[in-house]
Every structure is written in structure tokens, then in C-alpha cells.
């Protein structure tokens, strides 16, 4: 299971417990995980699997409405908040320079972190976006230098460099939304702030 499947799945869990899996598969499928994230909705009934053999999850008894069979429902453990946590900091303070994948990810659950927490990472994703297209200038330099490379190759680099321009500009954006006041973070849920108002 990659990363990011383990980020949604286990993020999904802790937003919605305690919950089962039809909701979850039906939930997500209305965010495009199976576009952005490539999860198609069998691979997150294989994420729960995983992640209960794995101790990040446990079942919270079942649930049966009408003729339906039961559903197992599940929750958290304390080890699958730290896991998720390990998970969202580390996307959420890693800039990749070819995959939107954990970005994508990131928006979905960086409600659980502090506002200043994000709002501290966002400034340096943004910092380290120049960086990242300042390095696919002098990968397209090399390429333009190399006998056996086709000269081709920089379109690349060059495609890289315009979508990390694209997300340092929304990172810019969602910077001054959230010291602005927008969405809901970890620290004001705790002090009595309802999630998810924004």
C-alpha cells in the first residue's frame, strides 16, 4: 500500500470515526481519490485490512441497517493518530517535485494539524519551490549538454518547473487564507471550535 493510500485511509478513519467501510469507499469517491490519489474503491477496503493487521486501526463493533449485512465499524488507535500524524507532517513539509499526489492528500487533512503549524510549512514549501525550479533549470542546462540524452527530455523539466510554480502559487493563496482566519485547525477544534466551518 503506498503512502498516500495510507494517508487517505487512515485520515478518512479518524475524521469520520467511528465509521465503516461502505461509508468511507462512498465518501471518497465523492472527493476523486480515485483520480488524483489513483485509489480505486477496492483498495480501500484493502487499506482497512492493512492498516488493522498493522495495530493503526481497530474494529469498534458492527452495524446493521435494514436487510444489509452487518458492517464492521472502525477507529483510530493511538498508534494510528501518531502514524497519520508521521504521515501528513512529512507531506505536508515535502515539496515533490512530479507528484500532486501527496499535496492533494495534504489539503484533505491538514485540519488536524495546528493552524500555525501549517501555516509555518506552507511558508517554507513555498520557499523551497524556488528551489526545486532553480534545480529543473540546470537538469534542462544538462540535458541541452549531453550527447546521448534527446534534447527532448527538458519538456520534463520544464512541465515540472510550470506545476510547481502553479502550486507555490495556490500555496501562497491557501498562506493567506489561513492567516486570514479560513477553515478550522486542530488547536481551535480542541478549544471548542466547530470543525469543517469554512
Do not use: C
Amino acid at each position: 500500500m503506498s503512502n498516500i493510500t495510507r494517508l487517505v485511509v487512515l485520515g478518512a478513519v479518524r475524521q469520520f470515526e467511528p465509521v465503516h467501510g461502505y461509508f468511507l469507499r462512498r465518501e471518497l469517491m465523492t472527493w476523486h481519490v480515485d483520480e488524483w490519489a489513483n485509489i480505486q474503491p477496492g483498495s480501500i477496503y484493502n487499506a482497512l485490512k492493512s492498516l488493522k493487521q498493522d495495530g493503526y486501526i481497530q474494529e469498534n463493533g458492527t452495524e446493521a441497517a435494514g436487510k444489509r449485512p452487518e458492517r464492521t465499524i472502525y477507529q483510530t488507535t493511538p498508534n494510528g493518530v501518531v502514524e497519520l500524524m508521521r504521515l501528513l507532517r512529512q507531506t505536508l513539509w515535502t515539496v515533490e517535485t512530479f507528484d500532486t499526489k501527496p499535496v492533494m492528500a495534504l489539503t484533505s487533512f491538514m485540519f488536524l494539524l495546528s493552524r500555525a503549524e501549517v501555516v509555518a510549512a506552507l511558508k517554507v514549501r513555498i520557499a523551497e519551490i524556488d528551489a526545486k525550479v532553480a534545480s529543473n533549470g540546470f537538469d534542462i542546462s544538462d540535458v541541452a549538454k549531453s550527447s546521448t540524452t534527446p534534447a527532448y527530455v527538458r519538456e520534463i523539466f520544464e512541465l515540472s518547473s510550470l506545476r510547481l510554480r502553479a502550486e507555490q502559487e495556490w500555496a501562497r493563496g491557501l498562506y493567506d487564507r489561513i492567516l486570514a482566519g479560513a477553515y478550522t485547525f486542530a488547536d481551535e477544534i480542541a478549544a471548542g471550535t466547530v470543525a469543517r466551518d469554512s
